[in-house]
């Protein structure tokens, strides 16, 4: 797939036409391939190789660039098909054929990116018992170690809605069915953040309708008034609010978006506010989505229905996410280039993962860490499963040059916590 002459020093390689089972991975020396070295289950073994001109081979693509990511995303996808196969195990034919399949995969990629696994030992090749020259392919321990952190990182939706369905099973549909939720996940969230964060309910001085979870700095800040969780807080302390539904339909999404839109304005130098609206069942992304987008019309798109409406103005205006687990997440963000246009993302998993709830609440554990109070001491799992998002879909608010976005003369970098998606 690459020249064996554009090799440079300390390139890697894979040999294409290398045994399943005695896949090789070959670094360069020096500036010529006759100095190389080559690498088997991470043991570097020094010796010298013959290596032929026509040789057919795989270069391993720069860290941090668009092919090492997709890389990276065809190992998840691979290694979810291997996990989640009824033997766990897959043949070498039918395992590239499902990856790829699978949207988003490039179909380029696929082989090289199980060699590159084989080699790094998380994957292990076996000819198959009842056919000649067929291969089987299955997870190493190393492998299912790593398929294993992935699978933890997504039971937190499975923990929430589980607990939500027992909930709904001893009790019913009565009308404190909604507050019943809202204490569901303050319990959740009170258990994972660290101590200087209080999960109450209440209000921020000045705004005057209650939010359903507000979480605010108690080392650095008193409340203003408490009662058990229910909190009065003032505008510096607030770090986070979240809007809980138990199903959230296009009406009550306006509600959680003005009421969550209003409460957090931006107030310089406090740090990012984090906004979010949680719900446990909901319609689909098309009217959320559109409904959204009419939340944030301009002026001049006002049909004067008497329905407010909130122009972007800056980097903080928006809701960061809105999640449903295992069903959809909208993020929000910008475009990547020199006029950034503020948009809606569709997200969801390239290998089927239920992601939604994972990647909300570590967003929410970003914001939270700006600033950054000491070491991270607990090691995220975010790293793990980052490579299986997709961004299914991108929805613009507004068309270019219709709005300027950034009123503030700060760079976004210094204020705006980096969200590792897109």
């Given at each position: 797939?690459?020249?064996?002459?554009?090799?440079?020093?300390?390139?890697?390689?894979?040999?294409?036409?290398?045994?399943?089972?005695?896949?090789?991975?070959?670094?360069?020396?020096?500036?010529?391939?006759?100095?190389?070295?080559?690498?088997?289950?991470?043991?570097?073994?020094?010796?010298?190789?013959?290596?032929?001109?026509?040789?057919?081979?795989?270069?391993?693509?720069?860290?941090?660039?668009?092919?090492?990511?997709?890389?990276?995303?065809?190992?998840?996808?691979?290694?979810?098909?291997?996990?989640?196969?009824?033997?766990?195990?897959?043949?070498?034919?039918?395992?590239?054929?499902?990856?790829?399949?699978?949207?988003?995969?490039?179909?380029?990629?696929?082989?090289?990116?199980?060699?590159?696994?084989?080699?790094?030992?998380?994957?292990?090749?076996?000819?198959?018992?009842?056919?000649?020259?067929?291969?089987?392919?299955?997870?190493?321990?190393?492998?299912?170690?790593?398929?294993?952190?992935?699978?933890?990182?997504?039971?937190?939706?499975?923990?929430?809605?589980?607990?939500?369905?027992?909930?709904?099973?001893?009790?019913?549909?009565?009308?404190?069915?909604?507050?019943d939720k809202e204490e569901l996940l303050r319990s959740f969230l009170e258990q994972r953040l660290p101590r200087r964060y209080h999960v109450a309910t209440g209000f921020v001085h000045g705004f005057d309708q209650q939010i359903d979870i507000l979480i605010y700095d108690q080392i650095d800040y008193a409340p203003l008034f408490r009662v058990g969780n229910l909190v009065v807080v003032p505008r510096e302390a607030v770090r986070a609010v979240i809007e809980v539904k138990s199903y959230l339909s296009r009406s009550k999404f306006r509600t959680a978006l003005k009421q969550v839109t209003e409460c957090a304005r931006p107030q310089w130098p406090?740090?990012?506010?984090?906004?979010?609206?949680?719900?446990?069942?909901?319609?689909?992304?098309?009217?959320?989505?559109?409904?959204?987008?009419?939340?944030?019309?301009?002026?001049?798109?006002?049909?004067?229905?008497?329905?407010?409406?909130?122009?972007?103005?800056?980097?903080?205006?928006?809701?960061?996410?809105?999640?449903?687990?295992?069903?959809?997440?909208?993020?929000?963000?910008?475009?990547?280039?020199?006029?950034?246009?503020?948009?809606?993302?569709?997200?969801?998993?390239?290998?089927?993962?239920?992601?939604?709830?994972?990647?909300?609440?570590?967003?929410?554990?970003?914001?939270?860490?700006?600033?950054?109070?000491?070491?991270?001491?607990?090691?995220?799992?975010?790293?793990?499963?980052?490579?299986?998002?997709?961004?299914?879909?991108?929805?613009?608010?507004?068309?270019?040059?219709?709005?300027?976005?950034?009123?503030?003369?700060?760079?976004?970098?210094?204020?705006?916590?980096?969200?590792?998606?897109?």
């Amino acid at each position: 797939m690459h020249p064996l002459s554009s090799l440079r020093h300390r390139d890697v390689f894979l040999p294409l036409a290398d045994p399943l089972a005695q896949q090789r991975r070959i670094a360069v020396r020096g500036n010529g391939v006759e100095r190389i070295y080559w690498i088997e289950n991470s043991t570097i073994v020094d010796e010298q190789i013959t290596i032929s001109d026509e040789l057919a081979i795989f270069r391993l693509p720069e860290r941090g660039s668009d092919e090492a990511r997709m890389v990276d995303t065809t190992n998840n996808v691979v290694s979810y098909l291997v996990y989640h196969s009824k033997s766990g195990q897959l043949s070498f034919d039918v395992l590239k054929s499902l990856a790829v399949k699978t949207a988003g995969v490039n179909p380029i990629l696929v082989e090289p990116t199980i060699r590159l696994m084989l080699s790094e030992g998380m994957l292990k090749a076996s000819p198959a018992k009842k056919r000649d020259g067929a291969v089987i392919i299955g997870l190493t321990g190393e492998g299912r170690r790593l398929e294993q952190i992935r699978i933890h990182a997504t039971m937190v939706a499975s923990d929430l809605k589980d607990r939500s369905q027992q909930l709904g099973q001893l009790i019913g549909h009565r009308p404190t069915i909604g507050a019943d939720k809202e204490e569901l996940l303050r319990s959740f969230l009170e258990q994972r953040l660290p101590r200087r964060y209080h999960v109450a309910t209440g209000f921020v001085h000045g705004f005057d309708q209650q939010i359903d979870i507000l979480i605010y700095d108690q080392i650095d800040y008193a409340p203003l008034f408490r009662v058990g969780n229910l909190v009065v807080v003032p505008r510096e302390a607030v770090r986070a609010v979240i809007e809980v539904k138990s199903y959230l339909s296009r009406s009550k999404f306006r509600t959680a978006l003005k009421q969550v839109t209003e409460c957090a304005r931006p107030q310089w130098p406090s740090p990012p506010v984090f906004k979010g609206i949680f719900a446990f069942g909901g319609i689909s992304a098309a009217p959320l989505i559109e409904e959204w987008k009419s939340f944030h019309r301009l002026p001049s798109d006002d049909p004067d229905d008497g329905i407010s409406y909130v122009p972007i103005t800056d980097i903080y205006t928006m809701v960061d996410m809105v999640c449903i687990p295992d069903k959809l997440l909208l993020a929000s963000g910008y475009t990547d280039n020199t006029e950034p246009r503020p948009m809606i993302e569709e997200l969801g998993s390239y290998a089927g993962r239920p992601l939604q709830a994972a990647v909300f609440f570590d967003m929410l554990d970003r914001y939270l860490r700006i600033p950054l109070d000491g070491p991270i001491k607990q090691i995220p799992l975010a790293p793990y499963y980052y490579c299986d998002i997709r961004a299914k879909a991108e929805h613009y608010f507004y068309k270019p040059g219709e709005l300027a976005y950034y009123l503030s003369d700060r760079p976004e970098s210094d204020i705006f916590p980096n969200s590792g998606i897109g």
